[in-house]
């Protein structure tokens, strides 16, 4: 099951459960069910998905609650909360600092996409003013030098590796030696992978650890390698001392909820995801949004994120333009990061949108000033997309309210990144 189908039928399981007339132990029960099928159905690892139907239980507890009380919101707090905490180990990881060179070992198996992510992490902090560096301990897989230098050459970043040494210890020594030298304050070492786990591989890998004392390893993992995640992840974390994860292929049709596990076994945060092929289709990985966005809450502080980094102040005059206006439509909305999207497909961007879904189609979404919104339009536009009409309204609620907040920005610059998480 794909990530975005997950957060569907979490949501749905929901709404279901807000449909009864009553909330009671037997309604709470169908919904924890339906929520536990789906978490299993996207290979999260079993036990995670027990515990959490156990700890929603404790939570809410029914009979506790006053006739008064939202228990649809509880509810949807406690599992909101719930899959946070799987997703959160509670202690961040590493974290580099400008200027001061800094030692990052990626480590993972043949096709994770870990020298692709290697590029990515590097081109990610070289745009923020890093003076970043790739090394090439990879002398496992033929060609993967090659792979290497290709991405590095084509974002413009020093590279060290060898045609000719077999010795990846020395390789990683030297890479990183000379970088520190050239004063680069991220030196990435791309590890060799292996299709399976061996003990050739995590020894290799321990052997590069020790002679580069990385500060931070992080472990790359495929979202769609299923329940195996959690034991690798596991295996590789008994290696080396694992202080991150990436996870790549979240654009993919992958379960991706295995990958998820990986966090409970390594103990690690997921610092970045992957979302593509290309160097850009790369994101910074926070729990609350994640969760937010995965159950079609929305999130506004990653929008904006996008928008700051895919439109440079200076370079959007029409966008300023028209918000500095306040004359905020989803036509705007839709004309707009058509431009902007260059960074990837449309439903990227707009998944972040709380009740915006990448099934919507771009008819509709041009189509949607709510000021026009009969009810026929609403049932046409949720029939189309295939959803229920309570969410095209609730979509429609949530433009409303930010169209009232772009109105208030009528004649002011665009906030700053941050400003908008307050919403
Ligand atoms: P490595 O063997 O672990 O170094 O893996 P590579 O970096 O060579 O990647 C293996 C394949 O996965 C390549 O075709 C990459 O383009 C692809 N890949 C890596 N990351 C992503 C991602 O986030 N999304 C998609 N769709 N493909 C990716």
């Not at 998905?49 to 939202?70: E, P, S």
């Not at 060179?101 to 692709?116: D, E, N």
């Not at 990958?259 to 610092?271: D, G, M, N, R, Y």
């Not at 339009?377 to 772009?406: F, H």
Request: proline share 4%.
């Amino acid at each position: 099951m794909v990530l975005a189908q997950l957060g569907g039928s979490i949501s749905r399981a929901i709404q279901q459960m807000s449909n009864a007339t009553i909330i009671d132990e037997k309604v709470l029960n169908e919904c924890l069910n339906e929520i536990t099928r789906a978490l299993l159905q996207s290979d999260v690892q079993f036990k995670l998905v027990r515990d959490m139907q156990t700890n929603i239980k404790k939570i809410v507890n029914l009979d506790d609650l006053a006739a008064g009380h939202n228990k649809r919101k509880i509810i949807q707090q406690a599992i909101f909360n719930e899959l946070c905490t799987i997703l959160d180990p509670g202690k961040p990881s590493f974290t580099p600092k400008k200027g001061k060179a800094s030692v990052i070992m990626f480590v993972g198996l043949q096709g994770s996409g870990k020298t692709t992510t290697c590029t990515k992490y590097a081109y990610y902090h070289q745009k923020k003013g890093w003076k970043p560096a790739l090394v090439c301990a990879d002398t496992f897989r033929a060609g993967a030098f090659d792979q290497l230098k290709q991405n590095a050459t084509k974002a413009k970043i020093p590279f060290y590796g060898s045609y000719t040494e077999s010795d990846p210890v020395r390789i990683a020594v030297e890479g990183v030696e000379r970088f520190k030298q050239e004063n680069c304050d991220l030196i990435i070492v791309d590890t060799s992978g292996r299709h399976k786990q061996e003990a050739s591989l995590f020894e290799e890998m321990r052997q590069v650890a020790e002679a580069t004392k990385p500060d931070l390893v992080i472990f790359v993992m495929d979202s769609s390698i299923g329940q195996a995640a959690f034991d690798q992840a596991q295996a590789f974390k008994q290696s080396v001392s694992v202080g991150a994860v990436i996870i790549t292929k979240m654009d993919g049709h992958a379960k991706g909820g295995g990958a998820l596990s990986a966090v409970a076994a390594t103990k690690s945060p997921v610092i970045f995801i992957g979302t593509g092929e290309h160097i850009d289709e790369f994101e910074v990985f926070d729990v609350k949004p994640f969760v937010s966005r995965l159950l079609g809450m929305g999130d506004w502080s990653g929008f904006m994120d996008k928008i700051h980094e895919v439109v440079p102040m200076d370079q959007q005059p029409e966008l300023l333009q028209k918000l500095s206006e306040g004359n905020f439509t989803l036509r705007i909305m839709y004309e707009q990061f058509q431009n902007i999207l260059k960074m990837g497909p449309i439903g990227q961007v707009f998944s972040m949108l709380p009740g915006f879904s990448a099934e919507l189609m771009p008819k509709e979404l041009d189509n949607s000033n709510p000021k026009l919104m009969t009810e026929s339009r609403i049932m046409r536009i949720a029939r189309g997309s295939g959803r229920p009409p309570r969410e095209v309204m609730d979509m429609l609620e949530e433009y409303k309210r930010l169209a009232k907040v772009w109105s208030k920005m009528k004649g002011l610059k665009i906030p700053k990144k941050g400003e908008m998480s307050a919403l």
